[in-house]
Every structure is written in C-alpha cells, then in structure tokens.
C-alpha cells in the first residue's frame, strides 16, 4: 500500500498547492511512483500545472489527476509508492475524512497571527478526531524575514507544535517556475531551490520515519 500524505488547510493561498507539487517532484526524482491527487475539482490547480510541465521534454512526468471524492481517488491510486493530496482551500467534512485517510498530514501556514491561530485550532480539531501528532507536520510558507519566522517558530511551539525544519520565502521565482510547470525546487535561482530543498528534506524524512515504524510493526506481528 502507498503512503498517503495530504496537504490541508483552512483557507487558501498560503501554500498547499505549492507544497504538493513540490513533494511529488523530489519523489519522483527520488525514484518513487508518485500519485499527485487534486481534490479541488473546480480550480484544478494542480492539474493544470502537471499538463503545463508534460509539455517540456526535461522535466519529470507528474501524474496528476482531479476527484470530486476523496475515496473515488484512492481506488485509483493502490500501485504507487507515494499519494500526494492537494486539498481545497476551505474545511468541509471532507478535510476530515482525507486526514483519516492520511499517514501524513502536512499543514503549511504563514507567519501572521491571522494564519498561526487558525492552524493551531485545526491542529487541535485533528487531534480530537484521533489523528496522533506524530502525523502533524507544519510548514511555514510565505516567509518575509528570519525576524518573522522565528516569531512564528516560537508561537507554534508554545501551542505544543514544532513546525518543520526549513521555511519557504515569499519569492517571484517560485511563482515563474509554477507558470513554467516546474516546481519550487526548479527554479534558475540556486538560493531558491537550496531554501526549497530543506523544507522537502524534512518532508521526506517524516515519510522516511513513517515507513520504518510501520515495517518494524509489521516485522514484530
């Protein structure tokens, strides 16, 4: 069975769509079998960008596909190693099921008080619903400053949250490299994609640790 990984959030614009197509690269890249699923069936964001990407001849094919039902997409997707799912921007029941569904939950934020508190509340709602904290992850997207992001570190950690090593900065490259179908981590600007690059490395390390304890359950039943 793949790993499922979802990226979830209440509101738009601070990053999920980024985030997922990212991750689904360095896969890729890595060697895995990647499914990148867009539940946003209306903006399709993400499949957009994996049809503007299948038109260069260099760049990594991204399987991507847009479903109006979480359960619809995962029938589709059981022979790959890794499921990506680029949520909407908005909560519905939905947002819940998907994070059932998830080994992984990556919620990316940025780093006003207007994004921390409402990150914080869903954190708490996951858990309440009986999603463990080890399958939380924050991402702090859309950063302006080291000033910023480390008020931001200190705010998540006193919540009891320690957000992912790395940070992803408010850039113009990382939205050129979108409308060229590339990824954050492929832009002409190597800071960019070395600041890219240690975010998606915390990413994978979380995936790492996740299949490592679940072969050690699996090897101890």
């Not at 994996?50 to 995962?74: N, P």
């Not at 939950?105 to 994004?115: E, K, Q």
């Not at 320690?162 to 490259?173: A, D, N, W």
Request: net charge positive; with cysteine.
């Amino acid at each position: 069975m793949p790993v499922i990984l979802s990226i979830v959030g209440q509101k738009g614009g601070v990053g999920k769509s980024t985030l997922a197509r990212a991750i689904s690269v360095v896969a890729v890249q890595g060697g895995l079998s990647v499914k990148l699923i867009d539940l946003d069936i209306g903006q399709q964001t993400s499949v957009r960008w994996s049809t503007t990407r299948a038109t260069s001849r260099i760049l990594s094919v991204i399987d991507a596909q847009a479903f109006s039902a979480v359960a619809d997409a995962l029938k589709q997707a059981r022979d790959v190693d890794l499921v990506v799912i680029d949520t909407p921007g908005h909560l519905s029941p939905e947002t819940f099921e998907v994070a059932r569904a998830s080994d992984l939950i990556v919620l990316p934020t940025g780093t006003s008080s207007d994004d921390l508190h409402p990150v914080t509340l869903l954190l708490y709602e996951l858990e309440q619903i009986g999603i463990s904290k080890d399958r939380l992850c924050v991402a702090l997207c859309r950063i302006l400053d080291a000033k910023e992001e480390r008020w931001a570190r200190q705010y998540l950690e006193s919540t009891g949250y320690r957000p992912l090593g790395g940070s992803l900065p408010e850039r113009l490259g990382y939205r050129r490299a979108h409308n060229r179908g590339k990824s954050i981590t492929e832009t002409p600007e190597t800071p960019l994609n070395e600041r890219a690059n240690e975010l998606m490395a915390s990413v994978l390390r979380k995936i790492l640790q996740h299949v490592r304890a679940t072969n050690r359950a699996y090897s101890t039943q």
